[in-house]
Each structure stands twice: as C-alpha cells, then as structure tokens.
C-alpha cells in the first residue's frame, strides 16, 4: 500500500468532533511550495480531509525572535526568505488574508509570556509552502506565531498549552519545521530519498516518544544524547513539534504522515493529533 493510500485511510478514520486537530508539518525545501509531489500530495489530501478551518495559525521554523509575536495585519505579504532557488519559487503570492481581530485575542490566551501584534512580517516559507497546496484558493485567515529563542522548550510547551483554546475556535494550528533537520550535513545523494544511520534512528526515537506520550525526553531533547544533537544541531526546525504536542489533550491519538528521510539529514515525517 503506497503512503498516500495509508494517509488516506488514517484520516479517515478520524472521529469528527468540535475540536479542530492539530499538526507538525515537516516543511522541507521550500521547493515543495510549488512541486506536486509525495509530500505536498498529501497536504492537499489532509486538508480534503480535516474540517475546513475558520482560521489557520502557523508557528513557523522560520520566525525566530527575541519575544513573542502573532501577525496583526490584514493582508500579510508573502516572504520568499531563501536563495538559490528557480525564479518561479520567487514569483509565488499567497495573497491569504490576516485576521487582526483574531490576533489580538491571543495575547489574552497566553499568560506566561507578553505577546506583541506585528505589522511588518508576513508568511514566510515554513508557512505558505505547506498551506498554499491545503488552501489554494487564498480564502482563509493565516496568522504565524513567532518562536521565542531566548525561551526553553519547556516553556514553549507551556505556551502551546495557554493556545489550546484555539482549537475549539475552528482554529487549525500548524507547527511547520523538521523533526532532523541538519542542513550541515546535507547529502545530495540521498536528496530524493534516504537518510543516514543516525538521523533514522533518532526520528524513530522521536515518533516512538511521541506515540507513546512521552513528552518530557522529546522537551529534554539534549539529554537524548549526540546523536540527537546531530538531528538538532540548531533548535528552531524541532521547537514547532513542541507546539504541536502541548496542544494534544489526553484523549487524543497521533498518527503520521510523509515519514520519509531525505537528503540523508532531514526527515519530513508529519504528526496529525486529533
């Protein structure tokens, strides 16, 4: 049975509640943007497939900043923060509206932290390489929430549990970033498919931790060992999953998609709670 018809037949099974779900998304290349392929094939199937959100949040790898923010604006730009890619990648709009009057009810819902309204930076590519392929039509509300780097991965978790309440509000949070994400040691041999010993390992270890509701090792991901500390060079990529997980309620099951190793040092394998 291919991946898609497993992820097709997973998401059918969801029971339908009032509860919106919750996603790790594991972005990639921002080539996925506007490749139709395994893994963007399977967004578009998962959006077919989930409740049409009222909004949709993104705690992106890409927002990285000293404090936490949520986009405020009514149309947010689209950010093409890379280079060395083809011309068309740099050509794609994802004209998506804001929603101000959303924003700035989350600073109300997170109490451990302040949370500033941004005007100023947009959806970048953690954001609307993944949505535009679940949305196309740019007719839903997208917000990001932005990554707090001076915070520890408990206290993130502590955040993704204050936003909790979105979810009931139609809201479809996204943590968009990579379980094993070291570009350093990237392998063009392997880019269409593969990964080395180690980062296989360690994102069996992550799903493992994660299926079993084991989430303070995945929180402590530095007392995993080296191996770990290869799959997590840099925290940015990871911390979104942490999002995901404290947005999980005790009843609910995970699942995964596009568990797949690439390029030898990434793996974009997918988490679906709800």
Request: proline share 7%; charged share 15%.
């Amino acid at each position: 049975m291919s991946a898609l018809s497993q992820f097709r037949n997973f998401t059918q099974r969801l029971p339908q509640t009032d509860l919106m779900p919750t996603l790790f998304i594991g972005h990639g290349s921002p080539m996925n943007g506007i490749e139709n392929n395994e893994f963007s094939d399977s967004w578009i199937d998962l959006a077919k497939q989930i409740p049409v959100p009222k909004a949709v949040l993104v705690v992106s790898a890409h927002w990285y900043t000293h404090g936490t923010f949520v986009t405020a604006m009514d149309f947010p730009s689209t950010i093409h923060d890379f280079g060395g890619f083809p011309q068309a990648l740099f050509d794609v709009q994802y004209p998506a509206p804001g929603d101000p009057k959303l924003a700035a009810e989350i600073p109300g819902l997170i109490h451990s932290t302040p949370v500033g309204l941004d005007h100023d930076w947009g959806l970048d590519h953690g954001t609307w390489t993944v949505v535009r392929h679940m949305y196309p039509n740019a007719d839903i509300p997208v917000l990001q929430l932005s990554i707090d780097y001076t915070k520890s991965p408990a206290q993130h978790y502590e955040i993704a549990k204050e936003i909790y309440a979105l979810r009931k509000k139609g809201v479809l949070v996204i943590g968009s970033g990579n379980m094993v994400h070291n570009l350093r040691m990237l392998s063009w041999e392997m880019i269409n498919g593969g990964g080395y010993d180690w980062a296989i390992e360690m994102n069996d270890k992550f799903k493992n931790l994660i299926a079993n509701g084991d989430y303070q090792p995945l929180i402590n991901y530095r007392n995993l060992g080296s191996d770990a500390m290869l799959a997590i060079p840099t925290p940015e990529h990871y911390l979104p999953l942490i999002y995901t997980l404290g947005m999980k309620n005790d009843k609910e099951e995970v699942s995964f998609f596009n568990d797949k190793a690439v390029g030898g040092s990434l793996t974009m394998t997918s988490v679906l709670v709800g």
